[in-house]
């Protein structure tokens, strides 16, 4: 039988989120994963985005880990209108920017640029 005992619980959303993070290989590619792209187009049944971009943030500094970039440089260039339309997602983002160059991670700041859209 399917795992029966697993029938009826979801994964939350922060596990969600870190398994899209870690679906990213060492290079930024997903290999076909499916999970980030269907993440980014039903969260908001859940959160808002602003709240789940609140939560790729809150990640990063404690891993530094490119993946949570990678991860938000695919919501970019996958769903542009979102960028360009909520104000609060805007303003993470550019929180993101903040942070990663207070870290130090140029590469990370570029990553998540949203002014050349």
């Known amino acids: ?6 029938l ?3 994964a939350s959303l922060d596990a969600l ?10 290079n930024g590619d ?6 980030p792209r269907t993440l980014l187009l039903m969260h908001r049944w859940y959160v808002t985005s ?6 790729l943030l809150m990640i990063y500094p404690i891993w530094q880990n490119k993946n949570s970039c990678r991860m938000t440089r695919f ?13 609060g997602l805007i303003q993470i983002t550019e ?7 207070q870290l130090g991670c140029e590469e990370h700041f570029k990553l998540i640029d949203i002014s050349a859209m």
Request: charged share 20%.
């Open 8 to 10: 009826g619980k979801a």
């Open 95 to 101: 929180e993101f920017r903040e942070v990663a160059a």
């Open 75 to 87: 919501w970019i260039v996958t769903f542009p209108a979102e960028f360009n339309l909520d104000l």
């Open 50 to 55: 602003t709240e789940l971009a609140g939560k």
């Open 1 to 6: 039988t399917m795992g029966s005992s697993t």
């Open 30 to 35: 997903l290999h076909a994963n499916l999970l």
């Open 17 to 26: 989120l870190v398994e899209c993070i870690h679906a990213f290989d060492d």
